[in-house]
C-alpha cells in the first residue's frame, strides 16, 4: 500500500511540472505501461492473502484512475496552451496595408446594354433573341426589302450564300417574334445583339456593331407612344435636362419613319464642337410599324398598329462616355478598358 501512495504521488508531481505532451506521453508509458512500477507493484499480489488482495486490488485501481485522470487533464491544459503560442505567432497584424487585387471591369457596351435592358424590363417589355446568322426571308423580305431593293445596298450585307448571311439589324428577331404571336398582340419587346455589315472600319464605323431594337404591336398604338417611350430612353441614359426631336426620314420597316435627335448634353444645346454647333446630336432611328411589315408577319393592319426602334450602342456608349474612336471598343488596350474598373 505504502508502495502505491508512493508511486502515485511521485507521478501527480511529474505530471504537474511537466511541460510539453511528448514528455507527459512517456510519463503515461512509464507509470501505465507494463513495465512500470505500477505493474511491479501489482505482481506482489500473488503473495497476499484473500483479503488482501481485495483491498490491495481496490487501491491500485484508484491510483491508476487518478493517475490517468491528471494525465487527460494536464494533455488538455497543454493542447489548450500550445493553440494559444501558436495563435499568438500566426496573429494578423490587421493594422498594415493590403495587397491590392486587380479587378475586371465590365466593358463600357455591356455597360450599356444592361442600363437598356433594365430601363425597358421595367417598363413591361421583354428581352427577345435571335440566331446571328439569318436568312434572306426574315432579314430582308419579311422587312419589306425585297430583292432588287435600293435599301439592301444600304446595307452592304455579309452574304454565305444566295440566302444565308450575317444579319445586318436585329429586325429579324421582330419578325420572328411577331409570326409566333399568330397575329395576336400584344407584343412588346426589345432585342439586343451583334449585326454585321461591309463598312471599312474608322473612327465612326465598324463591320461588327450592337444593336438594340424595340418592337411594340398592340391595338390604338400611336406616334405619341413612341414619342413617350424615346423622351424616357433619353432622360435615363442622358440626364433628366436632355429633350429629343424627331425628324422626317425614310426606313423600308416603318411609316412614316423619323431620325430622333437628343439635345446636345456637352453644351445643354447651345451649341458646341461636340453638336456641330447645331445643339442637336442624332442618336437613333424609328418609325410606326408598316402595315405591309404586320400584314407579312400576320398581323391585321386595321386591328393592330405598332412602332419600332433602333438603338446603336456603340453610338450611345461614345456620347455617355465621350469615346471619341469606336476601335477602342474592339481592342484588347487595358488602359482604355480600365476607365470603367469597378471602383467598390
Known amino acids: 500500500m505504502d508502495e502505491l501512495l508512493k508511486i502515485k504521488e511521485e507521478a501527480l508531481s511529474k505530471i504537474t511540472v511537466c511541460t510539453s505532451l511528448k514528455d507527459l506521453n512517456d510519463l503515461r508509458v512509464f507509470y501505465l505501461g507494463k513495465k512500470g512500477p505500477m505493474q511491479a507493484a501489482m505482481r506482489s499480489m500473488k503473495d497476499m492473502s484473500k483479503e488482501e488482495r481485495a483491498s490491495f486490488g481496490q487501491v491500485s485501481n484508484k491510483v491508476k484512475q487518478e493517475i490517468t ?53 421595367g417598363m413591361g417589355y421583354s428581352v427577345a433573341e435571335g440566331p446571328e446568322v439569318e436568312t434572306d426571308h426574315y432579314n430582308f423580305e419579311l422587312m419589306n426589302i425585297p430583292a432588287g431593293h435600293p435599301a439592301r445596298d444600304m446595307t452592304d450585307t455579309f452574304y454565305i450564300n444566295d440566302t444565308l448571311l450575317m444579319r445586318c439589324h436585329t429586325s429579324p428577331v421582330q419578325a420572328r417574334t411577331m409570326l409566333e404571336a399568330k397575329g395576336k398582340g400584344p407584343i412588346k419587346i426589345i432585342c ?14 465598324s463591320h461588327q456593331f450592337s444593336q438594340c431594337e424595340g418592337l411594340v404591336i398592340d391595338k390604338n398604338i400611336t406616334m405619341a407612344d413612341l414619342k413617350g417611350t424615346l423622351e424616357l430612353f433619353a432622360k435615363k441614359m442622358f440626364g433628366e435636362k436632355r429633350e429629343i426631336r424627331l425628324r422626317p426620314s425614310y426606313f423600308p420597316f416603318t411609316e412614316p419613319s423619323v431620325e430622333v435627335d437628343i439635345s446636345c448634353h456637352n453644351c445643354d444645346g447651345k451649341g458646341c464642337p461636340m453638336c456641330k454647333y447645331t445643339g442637336w446630336i442624332e442618336v437613333l432611328g424609328a418609325g410606326m410599324v408598316n402595315p405591309k411589315v404586320l400584314e407579312m408577319c400576320g398581323f391585321d393592319p386595321e386591328v393592330y398598329q405598332g412602332f419600332a426602334f433602333g438603338i446603336g450602342l456603340e453610338r450611345v456608349a461614345m456620347l455617355k462616355y465621350g469615346i471619341d474612336n469606336i476601335r477602342n471598343f474592339y481592342s484588347d488596350d487595358l488602359r482604355f478598358l480600365n476607365q470603367f474598373a469597378r471602383k467598390d
Open 192 to 205: 439586343p445583339g451583334k449585326t454585321y455589315r461591309r463598312d471599312d472600319d474608322d473612327a465612326t464605323h
Open 69 to 121: 485522470q491528471a494525465i487527460e487533464d494536464k494533455k488538455v491544459a497543454l493542447e489548450e496552451a500550445e493553440m494559444n503560442e501558436k495563435l499568438k505567432n500566426e496573429t494578423i497584424d490587421i493594422t498594415l496595408p493590403s495587397h491590392v487585387l486587380p479587378l475586371g471591369s465590365i466593358h463600357p457596351l455591356s455597360m450599356i446594354r444592361e442600363e437598356l435592358e433594365d430601363l425597358f424590363v
